[in-house]
């Protein structure tokens, strides 16, 4: 398995500025994603995270909303650029793990972050 | 890219009653499909997972059956308990490369 935290927890932010959540995993993946979950919604890819190369974004994500930053294989960051209210959510970080053949997807604890 | 739809949203059963959930996805070449139960402020959590190698698979009270042909798979939940309520989520993927959700069905397990 794999211990994945996030920080912050929780944020409330004006509307204009810019937040940094950092994922930290306790050990070193290849594939790292972030999500965004709305309010009783499901999860929402927003991109895979590239150690050592640009992130790939999903349909409806650019990087200069959503700049990523991946510097290794047990850390990433993403910002949440120029916020608006309509960016209130939690925003989730994942792994994947290849254990055999299989592999098994681990979600960190989220951040919620709330945009006035 | 890839669409995955579920069904029910919502889902209401009597302590002891059976749970079915249903998705459906679009690209053919998914062979990965998990699905995670998530409570309440709380993060996603692997509950059983199905490859595209096999038809069926089961843990306990909880099972998966996946048709390929028909580009769908179930879960199914036998002898619910008041713990089992959650918000479910299928998914898809191809090689573990990029996870696509579901839209998430909300089980109460009725005491």
């Known amino acids: 398995s794999a211990v994945i935290s996030q920080k912050p927890s929780r944020d409330i932010c004006q509307r204009g500025t810019s937040l940094t959540i950092q994922c930290q995993v306790d050990?070193?993946?290849?594939?790292m994603f972030w999500y965004r979950q709305q309010p009783g919604q499901s999860l929402t890819l927003i991109a895979t995270?590239?150690?050592?190369?640009?992130?790939?974004?999903e349909s409806g994500f650019v990087i200069d909303k959503f700049p990523i930053s991946r510097p290794n294989l047990t850390f990433s960051t993403l910002t949440v650029s120029n916020m608006s209210p309509e960016d209130s959510s939690i925003y989730l970080c994942?792994?994947?793990?290849?254990?055999?053949?299989?592999?098994?997807?681990?979600f960190g604890p989220g951040t919620r972050l709330t945009v006035l | 890219g890839e669409n995955v739809e579920q069904h029910p949203s919502t889902l209401s059963v009597q302590e002891g009653d059976s749970a079915v959930i249903k998705c459906t996805y679009s690209?053919?070449?998914?062979?990965?499909f998990p699905w995670y139960k998530q409570e309440l402020g709380k993060r996603p959590q692997l509950i059983i997972d199905?490859?595209?190698?096999?038809g069926e698979k089961k843990d306990q009270r909880i099972a998966v059956t996946l048709n390929k042909t028909a580009k769908h798979f179930s879960l199914h939940i036998t002898e619910t308990q008041p713990e089992d309520s959650a918000v479910y989520f299928c998914?898809?993927?191809?090689?573990?490369?990029?996870?696509?959700f579901g839209t998430g069905t909300s089980l109460t397990v009725i005491p």
């Open positions: 994942s792994v994947v793990l290849l254990a055999g053949a299989a592999d098994t997807q681990y």
């Open positions: 050990s070193q993946v290849t594939m």
């Open positions: 995270a590239n150690q050592g190369s640009e992130a790939t974004y």
């Open positions: 690209d053919s070449a998914s062979n990965y």
């Open positions: 199905i490859r595209s190698n096999v």
């Open positions: 998914a898809a993927s191809i090689n573990g490369n990029q996870f696509y």
